[in-house]
């Protein structure tokens, strides 16, 4: 018979949760470096930092 997860969230999320978060520093952050290598979309990755709770950092426009 399968264990009851001691938390709400699946082994599945987890996996996936460590796997972007290992993609995004290998990629120095970068949201479009990071679905390129994953294979996504950049709206996938940053659908799912909002998901897990990954910091999003915005860019900054550079002033004139």
Excluded at 19 to 27: N, Q
């Amino acid at each position: 018979h399968m264990q009851k997860q001691k938390s709400n969230r699946g082994t599945i999320d987890i996996m996936h949760e460590e796997f972007l978060i290992k993609a995004l520093k290998r990629s120095n952050g970068n949201r479009k470096k990071t679905a390129k290598l994953l294979g996504i979309t950049e709206k996938t990755v940053y659908r799912k930092m909002v998901k897990y709770g990954i910091p999003i950092r915005l860019k900054k426009k550079k002033v004139d």
